[in-house]
């Protein structure tokens, strides 16, 4: 059974960092694209960031370019975002989830459940 | 960027109805399109991809169909476990971008 399970998670002060991690089990890390999508509290899902299987191509929502980086380690089955200069408007509920190929323009299956970020001084 | 517009945002209805969810996108996304359900306080769920093709052991009282720039998910008989927020995806190009959402609720 393919899981995903977020951790990371939490407060922080506007202009501060914080580093979201996903553990993936349940099928070959490294074949598959993965991604990070994000709600705010009472509203939408928006995506974030995306990155292939290899890692080699990363994209990013014009909101967090150049604030966010996305990355894996496919020896730990991880993928992470490290988040920088945290605004207000990125709090959120943060999810991860798969892609069902090794390409990152794809849907979204499954998802992790979620770990909450929350800037605010 | 592909901006992805649904309708209605509430869709009030009882146990039995057929409902039908609309999705339109800024530009043509062929069938590039995923639908989703969210229950409160839980994550996302695929329903369908490819517009119309059924995710493995998602019941098939939900259908999509569409192309182009004009999606629709329909559900046939609504049941009590299908209260609940259905977003659209295009997955085209970057940015990756969703629909508002359209909120199912009880009549």
């Known amino acids: 059974e393919v899981q995903l399970l977020e951790s990371g998670g939490g407060l922080v002060q506007p202009g501060g960092s914080l580093r979201l991690s996903c553990a993936a089990s349940g099928f070959t890390f490294s074949s598959y694209a993965m991604s990070w999508v994000r709600q705010a509290p009472g509203k939408g899902l928006q995506w974030v960031s995306s990155?292939?299987?290899?890692?080699?191509?990363?994209y990013y929502a014009d909101s967090v370019k150049g604030r966010f980086t996305i990355s894996r380690d496919s020896s730990k089955n991880t993928l992470y975002l490290q988040m920088s200069s945290l605004r207000a408007e990125d709090t959120a509920v943060y999810f991860c989830?798969?892609?069902?190929?090794?390409?990152?323009?794809?849907?979204?299956?499954?998802w992790g459940q979620g770990t909450l970020v929350t800037v605010s001084s | 960027d592909i901006q992805m517009t649904q309708s209605p945002s509430t869709l009030s209805a009882s146990v039995g109805d057929r409902v039908t969810i609309s999705c339109r996108a800024s530009q043509s996304i062929s069938s590039w399109l995923a639908w989703y359900q969210q229950k409160p306080g839980k994550a996302p769920k695929l329903l369908i991809y490819?517009?119309?093709s059924l995710k493995s052991g998602v019941p098939s009282r939900f259908s999509g169909s569409g192309s182009g720039t004009e999606f629709t998910l329909t559900i046939s008989s609504l049941q009590p476990d299908d209260f609940a927020t259905y977003y659209c995806q295009q997955y085209n190009s970057f940015p990756l971008t969703f629909g508002g959402g359209t909120k199912v609720e009880m009549k």
């Open positions: 990155i292939s299987a290899s890692g080699g191509s990363t």
């Open positions: 490819k517009a119309s």
């Open positions: 989830a798969k892609s069902p190929v090794a390409a990152a323009d794809n849907w979204f299956d499954p």
